[in-house]
């Protein structure tokens, strides 16, 4: 069995089972022992959570260009909550499925070996030894045969990074070494296992910067 872990995405959601999700998290995730020190913290989530549904609530009763156009940032800015705070419960948790479970997001369904691999369940960049470099770690994921990962450094206009075509690959875990990048840079690395049955998909993004 693969190391259990919580979705991340919930951008597919019908909105209101959306708002449904948000509450539920906020729930159960406000004052829960297994995750003492939340990102983002408690209080902030709730501001999403609490404005998305208000605000998804007078979208439904109005239908309105405006009331529209305010719930559609607003679930914007929840799905980014969710998914930091989602990607901070998988890293703390690290695998146990009973403190996955009580934070109220879904656990991911566990694939079969003969499927794709499942997204890392944590990814790290650091600085390295000298001068534009960095390090990246990789929690292992089973059945993979090398992990595949991308760099970026610029963002677009909706403040995504910019990814383009090139894809690096490692076999390691811990350490892989990253160099001939630009001094004093801030760059985004993100990561997906590969096998026979193909690639799984992407980690969240994770940022350091260079010397």
């Not at 479970?101 to 960049?125: C, E, I, K, M, Y």
């Amino acid at each position: 069995m693969r190391t259990a872990r919580v979705k991340t995405d919930y951008s597919r959601l019908p909105e209101a089972s959306l708002a449904t999700m948000a509450g539920k998290t906020l729930t159960d995730m406000t004052g829960n022992a297994n995750f003492p020190d939340p990102d983002p913290d408690m209080a902030d989530y709730a501001d999403a959570v609490n404005d998305y549904r208000t605000k998804h609530e007078a979208a439904v009763e109005t239908g309105g260009k405006f009331d529209r156009t305010a719930k559609d940032i607003a679930k914007l800015v929840l799905l980014q909550a969710m998914k930091r705070l989602s990607s901070h419960v998988n890293f703390t948790a690290n695998g146990d499925e009973h403190k996955l479970v009580s934070s109220g997001f879904q656990l991911v369904q566990q694939p079969t070996p003969n499927d794709v691999p499942l997204v890392p369940l944590w990814v790290r960049a650091r600085k390295g030894n000298q001068k534009g470099q960095l390090k990246l770690d990789i929690a292992p994921v089973k059945w993979r045969w090398l992990y595949e990962y991308q760099i970026g450094h610029l963002k677009d206009e909706n403040g995504e990074v910019i990814w383009g075509n090139t894809v690096y690959d490692t076999t390691k875990t811990r350490g892989t070494l990253i160099s001939g990048l630009a001094s004093v840079v801030t760059y985004w690395i993100r990561v997906r296992a590969r096998n026979g049955y193909g690639a799984g998909d992407w980690s969240d993004p994770v940022s350091a910067s260079t010397d």
